[in-house]
């Protein structure tokens, strides 16, 4: 009888140890001098960022003040890695922090019967399985783990960092071996990720795609996208000229534009153009890269073409959002191509473009706004590019070229740019980084806010965004609460979850608005707040205690921060009723708090930073690391004379830990070097301060 350790290839349906078992105890056993490993992750561990500051605490606990290295694994990276069983079913990314030298070799090659590999200064070392291979380097099919990475190692692009990806071409053996699992009897789950692999190369004959097709139609009627392969399948039925396949783009409509982009047609041109038109705004990249193809190679002309179909029907703004976000992908990509360079030059020569564009007489005033939105970030980056004393990555453009091109665009960025604003209806974590902007408002600032706030299109996000800002510098007024009552109010009642943004539920900052301003509708609206239904706002309810707060909201709010209850935003609340209450400094509220048995200290440490400027609080669930704001806010706090050295204490951490330091290039905009270098003297100088002996070591 074979053992569970002696086990044929293929994952065993039972082992001795699970492999979370085996992994964990080899961790438990990792650490040197100057290299330690945080405990295998709980649910609070989410993401990266949390890692670093688990990190940073483990440091102060063991009272380290020298540098070190660390690595770690967080909660995403061990759902998607493991099973319920404990069983590892893909790679576990291990994180890192410090010296990557330094952790590789404490690191070492992992586990018996695992191996670790290393990604690289700039990426996360892979923890995975060691499998056997044949001679010719293929797995055995019935073996899970080695099928599963003989896969993701040909699907493995030559160059992640552009847009058209491209795959190693495969070999003879490697063909067949793909080939062979798919045929009969077909099974199209297990099929699907051959059917990529192989298409990824044009490598599906047609005798193969017909019977997937057949298979796909029984399988998946009515609901074809449901299929993992069905972008690839849809791909080699364009290619080899099947009618079958304008079928199916006229099922997925809009969802088929970026395998229509990949095999130019004058039908596939017409069916994104239909597509961009009603609004769509993802097909607006598929329909440039169309038109180029088919009408006109001048990116810039192209763009100025689609830009007038796109005014003249008077498609949304987001579908010129889009358009300006193809026209900057393509130059960058043509350039280089023809340059043979990096993506990190291409990211300079992508804010080259965006300058240049502010000004290009050939594009729509429309593009020319988007144009210097981004590079109102990025002009200091293309000046400082130009001159660069050891020659600028911008191939083929003069120093005096580039800052001509500045030149222009600075003496038309305020023209440009005056009464405009965001895209409220991007990501939020894009929204965020534009909330630094907006600690201090110009007149058209104001004005560009209540048109937001008055326009019905506006969606949750953006009033939630607007009216915070209006509300927060204390010019929301009687007129922002008419304009979105009662006609709004429908909208305003439904879920949306705000624990991962700046500002708070639009209802919850228009409540407080109504009771501030005591409006005639803020008991109809602190009586829909007090109901039983909807469940969402029952978390929510307490915030809208900062509207005409009093000692009854103030201990109804203390209580809740007392208990175990998951805060998202009440002790922020609490914080500034008590300042408002007492005619105080939120930020000495806070800082009075600091080792209060009862209260959150991690949620506590976000407060003290989030009131650093009590006209515009940061209501996010977290110090974020990505946003410019918390550096300002991290600052302020550190350099604030009237707080404890335990508050300050608290700034200068989350300053060490902010991106601007830690990791400038992921920072975006990305930083010029002279914010870099400013920030990291900022850093050395307080260190020194806090720490005298550091300067001498």
Same mark, same amino acid.
């Given at each position: 009888?074979?053992?569970?350790?002696? /086990?044929?290839?293929?994952?065993?349906?039972?082992?001795?140890?699970?492999?979370?078992?085996?992994?964990?105890?080899?961790?438990? #056993?990792?650490?040197?001098?100057?290299?330690?490993?945080?405990?295998?992750?709980?649910?609070?561990?989410?993401?990266?960022? $949390?890692?670093?500051?688990?990190?940073?605490?483990?440091?102060?606990?063991?009272? &380290?003040?020298?540098?070190?290295?660390?690595?770690?694994?967080?909660?995403?990276?061990?759902?998607?890695?493991?099973?319920?069983?404990?069983?590892?079913?893909?790679?576990?990314?291990?994180?890192?922090?410090?010296?990557?030298?330094?952790?590789?070799?404490? &690191?070492?090659?992992?586990?018996?019967?695992?191996? +670790?590999?290393?990604?690289?200064?700039?990426?996360?070392?892979?923890?995975?399985?060691?499998?056997?291979?044949?001679?010719?380097?293929?797995?055995?099919?019935?073996?899970?783990?080695?099928? !599963?990475?003989?896969?993701?190692? &040909?699907?493995?692009?030559?160059? %992640?960092?552009?847009?058209?990806?491209? =795959? %190693?071409?495969?070999?003879?053996? $490697? /063909?067949? @071996?793909?080939?062979?699992?798919?045929?009969?009897?077909?099974?199209?789950? *297990?099929?699907?990720?051959?059917?990529?692999?192989?298409?990824?190369?044009?490598?599906?004959?047609?005798?193969?795609?017909?019977?997937?097709?057949?298979?796909?139609?029984?399988?998946?009627?009515?609901?074809?996208?449901?299929?993992?392969? @069905?972008?690839?399948?849809?791909? *080699?039925?364009?290619?080899?000229?099947? $009618?079958?396949?304008?079928?199916?783009?006229?099922?997925?409509?809009?969802?088929?534009?970026?395998?229509?982009?990949?095999?130019?047609?004058?039908?596939?041109?017409?069916?994104?153009?239909?597509?961009?038109?009603?609004?769509?705004?993802?097909?607006?990249?598929?329909?440039?890269?169309?038109?180029?193809?088919?009408?006109?190679?001048?990116?810039?002309?192209?763009?100025?073409?689609?830009?007038?179909?796109?005014?003249?029907?008077?498609?949304?703004?987001?579908?010129?959002?889009?358009?300006?976000?193809?026209?900057?992908?393509?130059?960058?990509?043509?350039?280089?191509?023809?340059? #043979?360079?990096?993506?990190?030059?291409?990211?300079?020569?992508?804010?080259?473009?965006?300058?240049?564009?502010?000004?290009?007489?050939?594009?729509?005033?429309?593009?020319?706004?988007?144009?210097?939105?981004?590079?109102?970030?990025?002009?200091?980056?293309?000046?400082?590019?130009?001159?660069?004393? #050891?020659?600028?990555?911008?191939?083929?453009?003069?120093?005096?070229?580039?800052?001509?091109?500045?030149?222009?665009?600075?003496? /038309?960025?305020?023209?440009?740019?005056?009464?405009? #604003?965001?895209?409220?209806?991007?990501?939020?974590?894009?929204?965020?980084?534009?909330?630094?902007?907006?600690?201090?408002?110009?007149?058209?600032?104001?004005?560009?806010? !209540?048109?937001?706030?008055?326009?019905?299109?506006?969606?949750?996000?953006?009033?939630?965004?607007?009216?915070?800002?209006?509300?927060?510098?204390?010019?929301?007024?009687?007129?922002?609460?008419?304009?979105?009552?009662? %006609?709004?109010?429908?909208?305003?009642?439904?879920? =949306?979850?705000?624990?991962?943004?700046?500002?708070?539920?639009?209802?919850?900052?228009?409540?407080?608005? *109504?009771?501030?301003?005591?409006?005639?509708?803020?008991?109809?609206?602190?009586?829909?707040?007090?109901?039983? !239904?909807?469940?969402?706002?029952?978390?929510?309810?307490?915030?809208?205690?900062?509207?005409?707060?009093?000692?009854?909201?103030?201990?109804?709010?203390? $209580? =809740?921060?007392?208990?175990?209850?998951?805060? +998202?935003?009440?002790?922020?609340?609490?914080?500034?009723?008590?300042?408002?209450?007492?005619?105080?400094?939120?930020?000495?509220?806070?800082?009075?708090?600091?080792?209060?048995?009862?209260?959150?200290?991690?949620?506590?440490?976000?407060?003290?930073?989030?009131?650093?400027?009590?006209?515009?609080? &940061?209501?996010?669930?977290?110090?974020?690391?990505?946003?410019?704001?918390?550096?300002?806010?991290?600052?302020? +706090?550190?350099?604030?004379?009237?707080?404890?050295?335990?508050?300050?204490?608290?700034?200068? !951490?989350?300053?060490?830990?902010?991106?601007?330091?830690?990791?400038?290039?992921?920072?975006?905009?990305?930083?010029?070097?002279?914010?870099?270098?400013? *920030?990291? /003297?900022?850093?050395?100088?307080?260190?020194?301060?806090?720490?005298?002996?550091?300067?001498?070591?």
């Amino acid at each position: 009888m074979t053992s569970p350790d002696t /086990a044929p290839p293929g994952r065993p349906t039972t082992r001795r140890r699970s492999d979370l078992t085996t992994i964990t105890d080899w961790w438990r #056993g990792l650490g040197a001098d100057g290299f330690l490993v945080l405990p295998p992750p709980r649910r609070a561990r989410y993401t990266q960022s $949390e890692g670093h500051g688990d990190a940073a605490e483990l440091f102060e606990a063991r009272g &380290l003040t020298s540098p070190a290295s660390f690595a770690y694994w967080h909660w995403q990276s061990h759902r998607r890695a493991f099973d319920r069983s404990g069983s590892l079913t893909g790679e576990l990314l291990l994180h890192w922090g410090g010296d990557h030298a330094t952790v590789a070799a404490g &690191l070492g090659e992992g586990p018996t019967g695992f191996r +670790v590999v290393d990604g690289g200064p700039k990426s996360a070392f892979r923890l995975d399985r060691i499998t056997p291979r044949d001679e010719a380097g293929l797995p055995d099919p019935m073996d899970p783990d080695g099928v !599963r990475q003989f896969l993701a190692a &040909l699907d493995e692009p030559v160059d %992640r960092s552009t847009s058209d990806l491209r =795959y %190693r071409s495969l070999s003879p053996a $490697e /063909a067949a @071996w793909l080939h062979d699992r798919l045929r009969d009897p077909l099974d199209l789950s *297990a099929a699907t990720r051959f059917v990529v692999s192989l298409e990824r190369r044009d490598g599906l004959t047609p005798e193969e795609t017909e019977r997937l097709l057949s298979a796909w139609r029984l399988e998946h009627e009515g609901q074809l996208s449901k299929w993992g392969a @069905w972008r690839e399948l849809l791909h *080699a039925l364009l290619r080899h000229g099947r $009618e079958e396949a304008w079928e199916i783009v006229a099922d997925l409509r809009s969802g088929a534009s970026g395998v229509l982009r990949e095999v130019p047609s004058e039908r596939g041109l017409a069916a994104v153009r239909e597509f961009t038109l009603a609004g769509d705004r993802a097909s607006v990249y598929a329909w440039l890269a169309l038109h180029r193809s088919l009408r006109e190679p001048d990116a810039v002309g192209a763009a100025a073409d689609l830009a007038a179909e796109l005014t003249a029907s008077g498609a949304p703004e987001n579908s010129l959002r889009g358009l300006y976000d193809a026209l900057i992908a393509n130059v960058t990509a043509d350039w280089r191509r023809e340059t #043979g360079a990096d993506y990190h030059a291409g990211l300079s020569y992508a804010a080259l473009a965006a300058v240049r564009f502010g000004t290009e007489e050939r594009l729509p005033h429309a593009l020319r706004v988007l144009a210097a939105g981004t590079a109102r970030d990025q002009v200091a980056l293309v000046r400082e590019e130009a001159l660069r004393s #050891g020659g600028s990555v911008l191939v083929g453009t003069g120093t005096a070229e580039v800052l001509a091109a500045v030149d222009r665009f600075e003496a /038309a960025r305020d023209g440009l740019l005056s009464g405009t #604003g965001p895209d409220l209806t991007g990501s939020e974590g894009a929204l965020t980084r534009e909330w630094h902007r907006y600690r201090t408002l110009t007149d058209t600032d104001v004005r560009w806010l !209540r048109e937001r706030v008055a326009d019905p299109d506006t969606g949750l996000q953006g009033l939630g965004f607007c009216l915070e800002l209006l509300l927060a510098h204390g010019l929301a007024t009687k007129d922002d609460v008419e304009a979105l009552l009662p %006609r709004r109010l429908k909208d305003l009642t439904k879920t =949306y979850r705000t624990t991962y943004t700046e500002w708070r539920h639009p209802l919850v900052t228009l409540t407080c608005l *109504a009771l501030d301003l005591d409006h005639p509708a803020a008991g109809k609206l602190v009586s829909w707040w007090n109901g039983a !239904r909807p469940v969402w706002k029952d978390q929510q309810r307490l915030l809208t205690h900062l509207g005409a707060p009093d000692e009854a909201k103030a201990a109804e709010l203390w $209580e =809740y921060v007392t208990s175990s209850a998951h805060d +998202v935003g009440q002790l922020m609340t609490w914080v500034l009723v008590r300042a408002r209450l007492d005619g105080e400094q939120p930020l000495l509220v806070a800082d009075r708090l600091l080792g209060t048995p009862g209260v959150n200290d991690h949620v506590l440490r976000r407060v003290l930073l989030g009131v650093a400027d009590p006209g515009q609080p &940061l209501w996010h669930y977290s110090i974020s690391p990505h946003n410019r704001s918390w550096w300002q806010r991290a600052v302020e +706090v550190a350099e604030h004379p009237e707080l404890s050295p335990e508050a300050r204490a608290v700034g200068l !951490r989350a300053a060490r830990e902010h991106l601007l330091i830690r990791r400038p290039d992921q920072l975006k905009p990305t930083p010029a070097q002279a914010e870099r270098a400013a *920030a990291q /003297a900022w850093i050395d100088r307080h260190t020194a301060d806090h720490d005298p002996a550091a300067s001498s070591r």
